[in-house]
């Protein structure tokens, strides 16, 4: 992976680069800092699951928000070719990869110091993203999947309930668990499409959205909270999108106060009923789905996702246990 960084890099006008790994998981991160100290960060994706034209819509909401909004957001830069978007190849790399160059974000993650004045903050952020969305006609040609089917990693279009998908995700449930497990999640399934039927896809309830802020995707400097990481973007309900952080946050024991905050700073600039704040947990629900499937599977075996693979796998039947039988 490093050859291919350097292989990508070369596309840049750009020299003298010191290149160092951040991090090997669902991506590989490299920090590159030029000599006169400019900072970037190169993002090398697993082996692609989506088109290059979908590649290449994540950049371009991405400079939009940078364009039209202040917040703060990856920038991608440009190669020679003026493309945010470098296909690179290297021996030993399995296909070609879908690299992009940003500038460096300075900020911290918070994991256990998390408090609710900065889920506050994560709620307007998020509430910000959304209103663009809403409110920006993507360019002709834009492409991005949907983010609510139940195999989290087949990006493409909806899965439309299709009860053959269903059948796959329960299948792969029962060799990674039980048939209990199974069964709990086959009920789960339903109760979950149940909901997205009756919700429909109407501009008030749907959209393009960021689809995986949660604490590891956001950090905060100088007290301002910034969101990173728009490869999961696409098209699936609001509600969504406040389901991720909250699922992430589930088991701490001060998830009430950091739910609570979280909703109050979304409905400082978007409205949530009371009626739609009840249906976060089938979205929660989901968001459960779609880890005990195809992430269980590569967090099973990626070496660097083995040691929460089974605490994972126990608390998301857990809480879809408290989904079905409240």
Same mark, same amino acid.
Request: aromatic share 8%; glycine share 6%.
């Given at each position: 992976?490093?050859?291919?960084?350097?292989?990508?890099?070369?596309?840049?006008? !750009?020299?003298?680069?010191?290149?160092?790994?951040?991090?090997?998981?669902?991506?590989?991160?490299?920090?590159?800092?030029?000599?006169?100290?400019? =900072?970037?960060?190169?993002? @090398?994706?697993?082996?692609?699951?989506?088109?290059?034209?979908?590649?290449?819509?994540?950049?371009? #909401?991405?400079?939009?928000?940078?364009?039209?909004?202040?917040?703060?957001?990856?920038?991608?830069?440009?190669?020679?070719?003026?493309? +945010? +978007?470098?296909?690179?190849?290297?021996?030993?790399?399995?296909?070609?990869? &879908?690299?992009?160059? &940003?500038?460096?974000?300075?900020?911290?993650?918070?994991?256990?110091?998390?408090?609710?004045?900065? +889920?506050?903050?994560?709620?307007?952020?998020?509430?910000? +993203? =959304?209103?663009?969305?809403?409110? #920006?006609?993507?360019?002709?040609?834009?492409?991005?999947?949907?983010?609510?089917? !139940?195999?989290?990693?087949?990006?493409?279009?909806?899965?439309?309930?299709?009860?053959?998908?269903?059948?796959?995700?329960?299948?792969?449930?029962?060799?990674?668990?039980?048939?209990?497990?199974?069964?709990?999640?086959?009920?789960?399934?339903?109760?979950?499409?149940?909901?997205?039927?009756?919700?429909?896809?109407?501009?008030?309830?749907?959209?393009?959205?960021?689809?995986?802020?949660? %604490?590891?995707?956001?950090?905060? %400097? =100088?007290? @301002?909270?910034?969101? @990173?990481? &728009?490869?999961?973007?696409?098209?699936?309900?609001?509600?969504?999108?406040?389901?991720?952080?909250?699922?992430?946050?589930?088991?701490?024991?001060?998830?009430?106060?950091?739910?609570?905050?979280?909703?109050?700073?979304?409905?400082?600039?978007?409205?949530?009923?009371?009626?739609?704040?009840?249906?976060?947990?089938?979205?929660?629900?989901?968001?459960? @789905?779609?880890?005990?499937?195809?992430?269980?599977?590569?967090?099973?075996?990626?070496?660097?996702?083995?040691?929460?693979?089974?605490?994972?796998?126990?608390?998301?039947?857990?809480?879809?246990?408290?989904?079905?039988?409240?």
């Amino acid at each position: 992976m490093a050859d291919l960084a350097r292989v990508a890099l070369e596309a840049y006008p !750009l020299s003298g680069l010191r290149v160092r790994l951040q991090a090997h998981r669902y991506n590989t991160t490299f920090r590159v800092v030029a000599p006169g100290g400019d =900072q970037y960060l190169l993002r @090398i994706p697993r082996a692609s699951q989506i088109s290059l034209e979908a590649a290449h819509s994540e950049l371009l #909401w991405l400079a939009a928000l940078r364009k039209e909004t202040p917040l703060l957001v990856p920038e991608p830069v440009p190669n020679r070719e003026q493309s +945010l +978007l470098t296909v690179a190849t290297c021996p030993g790399v399995p296909e070609p990869r &879908f690299c992009v160059l &940003f500038r460096w974000i300075e900020g911290r993650f918070l994991s256990s110091g998390l408090t609710p004045a900065h +889920l506050f903050q994560v709620g307007d952020l998020m509430a910000c +993203l =959304q209103d663009h969305a809403a409110r #920006w006609t993507p360019p002709v040609g834009f492409t991005r999947p949907r983010v609510d089917n !139940l195999e989290v990693l087949q990006r493409g279009p909806a899965d439309d309930f299709d009860p053959a998908i269903a059948e796959r995700v329960i299948r792969t449930i029962t060799a990674l668990g039980t048939p209990e497990a199974a069964a709990l999640v086959s009920v789960a399934i339903q109760k979950v499409w149940a909901t997205l039927r009756e919700l429909g896809q109407g501009t008030d309830v749907f959209g393009l959205i960021h689809a995986d802020l949660h %604490h590891r995707n956001f950090l905060f %400097h =100088q007290g @301002i909270a910034s969101a @990173i990481d &728009f490869d999961d973007c696409g098209y699936g309900h609001w509600l969504y999108d406040l389901a991720v952080p909250l699922t992430a946050l589930q088991q701490r024991l001060d998830y009430r106060a950091l739910r609570e905050a979280l909703l109050m700073g979304y409905r400082r600039r978007r409205s949530l009923s009371a009626e739609q704040e009840g249906l976060l947990d089938t979205f929660m629900a989901l968001r459960r @789905i779609q880890d005990l499937d195809p992430g269980a599977i590569e967090g099973k075996d990626h070496r660097a996702l083995r040691a929460n693979w089974q605490a994972n796998m126990e608390g998301g039947l857990q809480e879809l246990r408290a989904f079905v039988d409240p």
